[in-house]
């Protein structure tokens, strides 16, 4: 896999459009990571908390690791050393746990809440009404050790472009409202290897890229 021309080649067509990319390096191992970090690209995503903790391990520290996947309460204190962003939040439990987790390690840590906008059920994330309560003041008045600075979504697993835009849409039009309210709102996360042209159209301002870098995965976890 010619990883780093793949790298290069999303770049540009991002270019001076402020969108950030992520590459999705969940499954691949440390030296295909490795070649993207030799030429400069730090900005790796994970899906599964000890495959995170590992690749933290053993590669350099001046990486930015974000969490991408479904987090369970009990494996946050695993990342909360490290970890850039969280894109999956999905519940309020799981944010006062990162809380508690973040002030352990006097951090601050930055968090994105994911938004349901799939159709079928199978993709996780909370409804705007709770995306809503959740930024509620009175919800962060015991929250200093987080900072949610923005929205990640996934559109339905469907090749109906017309779908999948909407899907979109609909994110970016909710993200234009809270981010207009709380300052702190600035990223919104959407958009991987198959949609991410349409999501950037959409209003992506973030887009989580795996196998247009790395190839296919084995397993497709
Ligand atoms: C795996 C994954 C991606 C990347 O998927 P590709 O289709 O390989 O680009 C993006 N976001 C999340 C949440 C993922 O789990």
Request: charged letters at 25%; proline letters at 3%; aromatic letters at 10%.
């Amino acid at each position: 896999m010619p990883i780093v021309e793949n790298i290069r080649f999303i770049e540009q067509e991002i270019e001076g459009k402020n969108v950030t990319l992520i590459a999705v390096s969940k499954t691949k191992p440390v030296e295909m990571l490795m070649e993207a970090y030799n030429v400069g690209f730090k900005r790796f995503g994970e899906n599964y908390v000890q495959e995170l903790v590992e690749k933290y391990e053993t590669m350099p520290k001046d990486i930015e690791w974000h969490f991408i996947g479904h987090l369970q309460s009990n494996k946050v204190k695993y990342i909360a050393p490290f970890v850039s962003l969280i894109h999956s939040v999905d519940s309020f439990k799981l944010l006062q746990e990162i809380n508690k987790q973040a002030a352990k390690n006097n951090r601050i840590i930055d968090c994105l809440l994911q938004i349901y906008i799939a159709e079928e059920d199978t993709k996780s994330g909370m409804t705007e009404l709770e995306c809503l309560e959740i930024l509620e003041p009175e919800n962060f008045k015991n929250l200093p050790n987080i900072r949610i600075v923005g929205l990640m979504g996934m559109t339905t697993l469907t090749d109906d472009e017309t779908q999948i835009r909407k899907e979109f849409a609909k994110l970016k039009v909710f993200y234009s409202t809270l981010s207009a309210k709380y300052s702190t709102i600035k990223i919104l996360s959407m958009g991987m290897s198959g949609d991410y042209a349409i999501a950037i159209e959409e209003g992506s301002s973030m887009i989580r890229v795996g196998s247009k870098i790395f190839g296919n995965r084995i397993y497709n976890k």
